[in-house]
């Protein structure tokens, strides 16, 4: 679904709970290549679940960071996820797009909890080339003031979205670049964030699922800072710190089995709705608390299937430079997002 464009360049912004990401990729000749990083810390009570809760504080935060990065546009890419967006993936009559785009709203309103007054609707066609009766619909589908509240808070600092795309898209277009071998079969991507896991189920290499779980790298920080006296900052550098510890892992534990959870009943939901015998054969994980030491490890033996912490820059180039004040494999986990953001153009 990486949609190479037409521009020079595209600014990709993905505005999390704890720290807004801003990526800019050349797409001039060849291979798109990442020439620009930045990142600004937001404080814990800013954005929550994704609500902007203090647009002034986050309006300066994106205005400091363009800044900061040198980035003159003002044409960005972002996205919108959460409870309030909906991918599903539905059977229709088979039909040509444009016939299709007249009747979506109609064959949408059997399948989204949402008053399809206040929606913003888009589908992609799985199967165009097929010649059954039927064909097979991923649909997408979010609440407009969702979208309506990006694109004003973007106007706050004199920004444009020239894409708005959905959080599961734009992760899923960084990672087909850098793993291919990874579009075929059942796979799961799992974006462990600030507050939040998104958990991505890729059947062939397309989207049919997405859950999120309500744990975070905030809920480690704060179990240790509760349970063990620690201040934030003592949490973040064990968290954040590379080597197990025996402070940890009790939350590890306790805190990896919630993600398990609720990666296997997304696995169990998905393979209950097609009724197929093919189950989650491997889990890339990325974000933030993909770094949490031992973690993708507790993972594993949980699942019973290979985790592996996924890298968005594993195959795509980047510049001399970009990365001279950072810690690579520090900061590559928390650049899926943005990357695939950054990899869209708009048309």
């Known amino acids: 679904m990486a949609l190479f464009g037409r521009k020079r360049t595209t600014v990709g912004l993905d505005i999390g709970s704890g720290l807004i990401k801003l990526v800019q990729v050349?797409?001039?000749?060849?291979?798109?290549?990442?020439?620009?990083?930045?990142?600004?810390?937001?404080g814990d009570d800013a954005i929550v679940e994704g609500e902007v809760m203090d647009p002034g504080i986050v309006a300066e935060a994106i205005k400091g960071l363009m800044s900061s990065a040198g980035i003159k546009t003002k044409q960005v890419v972002t996205a919108v996820g959460g409870r309030d967006v909906i991918i599903k993936k539905i059977?229709?009559?088979?039909?040509?797009?444009?016939?299709?785009?007249?009747?979506?709203?109609?064959?949408?309103?059997?399948?989204?909890?949402?008053?399809?007054?206040?929606?913003?609707?888009?589908?992609?066609?799985?199967?165009?080339?097929?010649?059954?009766l039927q064909m097979t619909v991923l649909l997408v589908a979010a609440k407009r003031e969702l979208v309506e509240t990006k694109l004003?808070?973007?106007?706050?600092?004199?920004?444009?979205?020239?894409?708005?795309?959905?959080?599961a898209f734009a992760l899923h277009n960084a990672f087909?670049?850098?793993?291919?071998?990874?579009?075929?079969?059942?796979?799961?991507?799992?974006?462990?964030?600030?507050?939040?896991t998104n958990v991505n189920i890729l059947d062939d290499g397309v989207p049919v699922l997405t859950r999120d779980i309500p744990v975070g790298t905030r809920r480690f920080r704060e179990d240790m800072q509760r349970e063990r006296g620690l201040s934030a900052e003592e949490a973040d550098r064990i968290l954040q710190g590379g080597a197990a510890s025996d402070v940890l892992q009790p939350f590890l534990e306790s805190r990896g089995e919630e993600i398990a959870v609720g990666i296997e009943r997304a696995a169990a939901f998905l393979q209950s709705a097609s009724r197929s015998a093919s189950g989650v054969s491997r889990l890339y994980t990325t974000g933030g608390g993909s770094?949490?030491?031992?973690?993708?490890?507790?993972?594993?033996?949980?699942?019973?299937?290979p985790v592996e912490q996924a890298n968005p820059i594993q195959k795509l180039q980047y510049a001399d430079g970009v990365f001279d004040m950072m810690e690579v494999d520090q900061v590559a986990p928390l650049l899926m997002l943005p990357i695939g953001l950054a990899l869209r153009s708009a048309a």
């Open 26 to 42: 050349s797409h001039g000749t060849g291979e798109p290549v990442l020439t620009k990083v930045a990142f600004a810390a937001v």
């Open 91 to 132: 059977s229709m009559d088979r039909m040509k797009e444009n016939e299709a785009r007249e009747v979506i709203r109609w064959e949408a309103e059997q399948h989204v909890p949402f008053d399809m007054d206040n929606v913003e609707l888009d589908f992609q066609i799985l199967d165009p080339e097929g010649e059954g």
């Open 152 to 167: 004003s808070l973007l106007g706050e600092v004199g920004l444009e979205a020239s894409i708005v795309d959905v959080d």
């Open 176 to 196: 087909e670049v850098n793993y291919p071998e990874a579009m075929r079969g059942v796979v799961g991507l799992v974006n462990i964030g600030h507050e939040m």
């Open 291 to 305: 770094r949490i030491p031992g973690l993708n490890k507790v993972l594993a033996d949980r699942l019973r299937f």
